[in-house]
């Protein structure tokens, strides 16, 4: 499960206007931001030559940021956090609010998991309730520790991260394909940004 809430693209009409500083050419600009993004064609001809001509040229993507809430499973972030440049995440913290909610199966990317292995799961989230609930009783450090090593990968952490459209575009070209269901569903949520396919894709 990926999910990619609570999204905003920042500093468009900013970023276009900077990729016409070189040359001087503010006045061909032919965009549009009323209250909406609208690429005129010369800006759109020249944002795609630019992207083209290799990263030197293309700054007005990383000029281009974007916000967004993503909840997904601490097997995915673990790769997401291959992505250390032009990146920044504030997360749900699982070492103070671990304790707090009872452990249910829809707080976990089980969905796509045999039934033999829905079954050992839930055995699983039984044992790690009954260790939540004697915490919560006890205050007990080890049985702190014991239930934070337990937590299986497939927890959904939330987390709102700023990125660019240059970093994006770099993490599209490397998930696409990508054996993960997760990266599909973030590419896919890359894919539908404003102006994100042309700026980005087309050729």
Sequence with gaps: MLKCTKYNVYNFE????????PL????????????????????LRL???L???????????????VSVDIEGPLYWWKEFDTYKVATV????????TIHKKGFIPEMFS???????????????????????LTYNETKDKETWNEMIKLLPSSFNQ???????????????????????????????WIESLPYFKELALEE
Excluded: P
Aim: aromatic residues 10%; positive net charge; hydrophobic residues 35%.
């Design 51 to 65: 992207r083209k001509a290799g990263s030197d040229h293309r700054k007005y993507l990383r000029q281009i940021l």
């Design 89 to 96: 995440a504030n997360s749900t913290s699982t070492m103070h």
């Design 14 to 21: 900013n970023a276009l206007r900077g990729m016409r500083n």
């Design 110 to 132: 089980i969905e796509d998991i045999s039934e033999e292995g829905v079954r050992v799961f839930r055995d699983y989230l039984a044992y790690l309730e009954k260790l939540r």
């Design 47 to 49: 944002a795609k030559q």
């Design 24 to 43: 001087d050419s503010w006045s061909m600009a032919d965009s549009s931001f009323d209250g909406e993004i609208r690429m005129g064609e010369r800006d």
């Design 158 to 188: 939330l987390r709102t991260v700023t990125l660019n459209y240059e970093t994006l575009m770099g993490i599209y070209h490397a998930r696409k394909n990508h054996k993960l269901v997760e990266w599909h569903r973030f590419c896919e």
